[in-house]
């Protein structure tokens, strides 16, 4: 498994510690979709009858990512795009979440002004530990 996985980056060793969760899990939460790689890696590799939130703060990144699961034929996957700030588009989840993942920073290619900030991720964060389930993980 380790020859799938090259250590190339932050991003890759995250797939690779992920991957064992996302393949069991029914609800899944990527807080910043951005361009959408990691949202179509957890679509990817989840069930098919789970569940996948992919929020942003920039409605550009909710388009890229669509555009990203299209195509990559992940179109009939149940992936819900919504463009908003994480910590309350968190709240809004009503069941207990398998997988949350955190990519911080600014979206690449996109404004570099616009950013992930901390006081409100720290909230998230908080949210999502009231939200895991049994055995569920956080990636930041």
């Given amino acids: 498994m380790i020859d799938m996985y090259p250590f190339r980056n932050a991003v890759t060793v995250s797939h690779m510690m992920t991957e064992p969760y996302a393949r069991r899990a029914h609800v899944l939460v990527d807080m910043t979709c951005g361009n959408g790689h990691d949202t179509?890696?957890?679509?990817?590799?989840?069930p098919?009858?789970?569940v996948?939130?992919?929020f942003d703060i920039q409605p550009c990144a909710i388009e890229r990512t669509r555009q990203r699961l299209q195509d990559e034929g992940l179109g009939d996957k149940d992936v819900r795009c919504c463009c908003g700030s994480h910590e309350q588009l968190l709240a809004d989840v009503s069941s207990d979440v398998d997988i949350i993942v955190f990519n911080l920073g600014y979206l690449p290619s996109g404004d570099h002004k616009i950013h992930?900030?901390?006081?409100?991720?720290l909230k998230a964060i908080k949210i999502g530990l009231n939200k895991i389930a049994i055995n569920g993980i956080i990636m930041i």
């Fill in 52 to 54: 996948l939130y992919a």
């Fill in 116 to 121: 992930t900030n901390c006081e409100i991720t």
């Fill in 48 to 50: 098919d009858d789970a």
């Fill in 40 to 46: 179509a890696f957890l679509a990817r590799t989840m």
